[in-house]
Nanobody
Framework: VQLQASGGGLVQAGGSLRLSCAAS????????MGWFRQAPEKEREFVAT????????YYVDSVKGRFTISRDNAKNTVYLQMNSLKPEDTAVYYC?????????????????WGQGTQVTVSS
């Protein structure tokens, strides 16, 4: 699976962005997917994950109620809708594919990673 993330940019606090992750490969529709982020001088952290069917989602506490992960298997794409953005959301955002069909918050579960897209939230 090859992953291409897009949709990042510069936005003011309180604004919204929608990230997209386009996948190539026949296994996308049977793979769990996730979004991670990495701020400067910080570890890469889990943000959100979704199972192969979209039936299960899970978020890190800091984004619950603000971010929504979704997927369109017909388009081989996973999305991250980010609302009410805060300066602390500033990071490079990465999409990733799980080795299996389940969702996961663990980096070790992910076999494939996209190149990242920068999100900058100004105060």
């Amino acid at each position: 699976v090859q992953l291409q993330a897009s949709g990042g940019g510069l936005v003011q606090a309180g604004g919204s962005l929608r990230l997209s992750c386009a996948a190539s490969g026949r296994t996308f529709s049977s793979s769990g997917m996730g979004w991670f982020r990495q701020a400067p001088e910080k570890e890469r952290e889990f943000v959100a994950t979704i199972s192969w069917s979209g039936g299960t989602t899970y978020y890190v506490d800091s984004v619950k109620g603000r971010f929504t992960i979704s997927r369109d298997n017909a388009k081989n794409t996973v999305y991250l809708q980010m609302n009410s953005l805060k300066p602390e959301d500033t990071a490079v955002y990465y999409c990733a594919a799980v080795r299996g069909p389940y969702s996961s918050s663990s980096r070790d579960a992910y076999a494939y990673w996209g190149q990242g897209t920068q999100v900058t939230v100004s105060s």
